[in-house]
Structure formats: structure tokens, C-alpha cells
């Protein structure tokens, strides 16, 4: 049997580095893509090279979504059978200040790639990372995949974009074009400025007696929060499908920031009163109050259930970070 391969942009990101994982356990050889930074920047993926049995399936690239040369060379070069798009300017509040690169990032460099899919190797199946940031200020929770659009960030608007164009491919050229509407998911490998890392890391230190104060933007904001390794496994369920289509990736439960702060601190032994203070400008210009999705049609359709539960998920991060400290400092 052939073995498959996968090209996944944003490897060295939360997602491509745990999809990367799953599909090296599933047999594919794996190719790569991140930026070029003046920093090596592949912490996430580093156990990979460690692992020389892994490694001989792994290649890692320099790419950019950019970079229409780039991406074709890409694609001549390797053929994939599936195309895995996790590359992104992903945090929200930072799309306010560079709307323009987002958008560039976010759904022109989707269309690139599509574009660049179609002519090159059409018969590749396509995944496009979508958001539930797309829902917005919808006052109408829980969404699903009919529920209406209302963007409120830029991120949001390039996101709800590329979402459209992926259906556009899918009905106008018949590729397999597929979107998973993934709702926020964490993990240990989450970025540091995102604020479920910020309290996890934070956490960790201040009980360690490195820090005293944690600064924080809105805490009444709600989002349905799973573990990153249980939606990139419906990432890869959704591309074993004979048809294509779009699923939301959700857990069904929503817990306000002030709920994560405090099963975070209750675990580390911490008071919320006496070492949070906010801070307001790390309020978002326009905030996104309540995310709540619905993914009955994965679960009924593909059988997809998440593992790691919202308690599970908080003190499996706060004690990872508490591990890397202590070791750092020993």
C-alpha cells in the first residue's frame, strides 16, 4: 500500500505540531511547512527530530501563504495526497493592530493555496481550519454549521472568507474541500499570549515565587474550550470521508475566563483575589461575549467524541507548566 502523504502548514504551531503526531503515528509521511523567523522556533516539534524513526517520515519546509511560488513549489514537489491549512496570524486581539497582514495570512494565502491545489494536484484532499471567532456577535448560540455569520474582528472577516471560498472549490471545481469550524481548544503547546497559557503559565510561577501578579483583559468573556489533540483528530476523521463537507469541532459546554482563572488557581493552591488585577487594555475593541458550538452532526456523522474535559484540560496545562519550570530552574 502507497504510503500517504500530508503537507500541513503551521506545523511548528498547538495544532500542526499535534496533527503531525497523529499522522506519524498513522503511517504518513509528513511535510511540514512554517515561516522563516530569526528564531528556530520549533519547540513544539522538537520530540519529532529527537525520534529517528519518526524523523525518517518527517520533512520540514520553509513556507509562507504569501508566497504564491512558494507554495506551487511546494505542491510540484511533494503531490500530496492531503493538504492540512493551519497556518495563520490566529490570535484575535493582535488582528485589530495588523488587519492587513491577517487578512493577507488568513484568506488570500487559503485562496493561494486552493488555487494552487486545483492546478497542481487536484485529486489532494484539502482541510481548511475555520473558526468559531466566524459566529461573532450571533446572538443566537449554539452554532452549528447553518448558524449565521457576524464576524467582529478581522481575523474573524479573513476567516469567514476562506470558509466561503473552501465551499466555493468544493461546488464549483468537485475538490475534496473540507472546513472544520473549530471552537477554542488548548493544550500545553498553546502560545504564551493566549490567556488560557498566560493563567497556566503565571499559575506555575507564582506558586514557584518567580512572580506575584497575573494581568488580565475581560473575565465574563464565555468560549466552549476542548484539548487541541482531540479536534485534530476530527481534523483527520473529516478527511477520510468519501465526501466532503464542513463540521464544527466543539465540546457543547461554555465556561467564562473568570471559571479557567479559578480551576487553574484552586489547583495550584493560589488566591484569584489577592494575585489578578485587570488590566483594560487587554479588552478587545470589539469583544465576543458567549461561543457556544454545537457538533451533533460530527459526533452522529463521524462518531467523534472529546476525550479531555474542561476540568482536565486546566490542570493538565497548569501542571505541564509547573514541570517545565521546575525543571528549568533545578
Known amino acids: 500500500m502507497k504510503q500517504k502523504t500530508a503537507l500541513v502548514t503551521g506545523v511548528t504551531g498547538q495544532d500542526g505540531s499535534y ?9 504518513y509521511h509528513v511535510v511540514g511547512v512554517k515561516r522563516r523567523t530569526s528564531l528556530i522556533s520549533t519547540d513544539r516539534i522538537d ?23 512558494n507554495i506551487h513549489r511546494l505542491l510540484l514537489n511533494y503531490q500530496p495526497d492531503e493538504i492540512y ?7 484575535v486581539r493582535v488582528s485589530f493592530e495588523t488587519p492587513e497582514e491577517t487578512t493577507n495570512i488568513v484568506a488570500l ?20 481550519a475555520s473558526s468559531s471567532e466566524m459566529f461573532g456577535v450571533n446572538p443566537n448560540p449554539p452554532y452549528n454549521e ?29 475538490m475534496f474541500a473540507t472546513s472544520g469550524i473549530l471552537f477554542n481548544h488548548e493544550s500545553p503547546r498553546r502560545g504564551e499570549t493566549f490567556v488560557t497559557r498566560k493563567i497556566t503559565l503565571a499559575a506555575a510561577r507564582i506558586k514557584l515565587g518567580l512572580q506575584d501578579k497575573l494581568s488580565l483583559g475581560n473575565l465574563d468573556a464565555k468560549r466552549d474550550w ?6 485534530v483528530r476530527l481534523m483527520w476523521m473529516m478527511m477520510q470521508q468519501d465526501e466532503a463537507d464542513d463540521y464544527v469541532i466543539a465540546t457543547g459546554e461554555t465556561h467564562s475566563v473568570r471559571e479557567f482563572l479559578e480551576c487553574v488557581f484552586e489547583r495550584a493552591g493560589l488566591s484569584v483575589e489577592k494575585h489578578v488585577e485587570i488590566d483594560s487594555r487587554l479588552f478587545r ?41 521546575q525543571d528549568a530552574i533545578r
Not at 85 to 91: D, E, I, K, V
Not at 109 to 128: I, M, S, W
Open 47 to 69: 520530540h519529532i527530530f529527537d525520534d529517528p524513526e519518526r524523523l525518517q517520515n518527517f520533512t520540514l519546509e520553509y513556507g509562507n501563504l504569501i508566497d504564491s511560488g
Open 226 to 231: 476542548g484539548f487541541a489533540g482531540d479536534y
Open 285 to 325: 475593541p470589539n469583544e465576543v461575549p458567549y461561543l457556544l458550538g454545537d457538533a451533533s452532526k460530527a459526533k452522529k456523522a463521524l462518531g467523534w467524541e472529546p476525550e479531555v474535559t474542561f476540568e482536565g484540560l486546566a490542570e493538565m496545562m497548569y501542571e505541564s507548566d509547573l514541570k517545565e519550570i
Open 146 to 174: 447553518d448558524s449565521a455569520l457576524e464576524p467582529a474582528s478581522p481575523y474573524a472577516c479573513a476567516k469567514v472568507y476562506a470558509h466561503h471560498m473552501i465551499r466555493n472549490y468544493r461546488d464549483g471545481y468537485g
Open 85 to 91: 491549512n493551519l497556518g495563520a496570524q490566529s490570535h
Open 109 to 128: 494565502g487559503t485562496l493561494r493555496l486552493l488555487e494552487a491545489t486545483r492546478n497542481l494536484c487536484p485529486n489532494a484532499k484539502f482541510y481548511q
Open 19 to 27: 496533527l503531525a503526531d497523529l499522522l506519524l503515528d498513522k503511517g
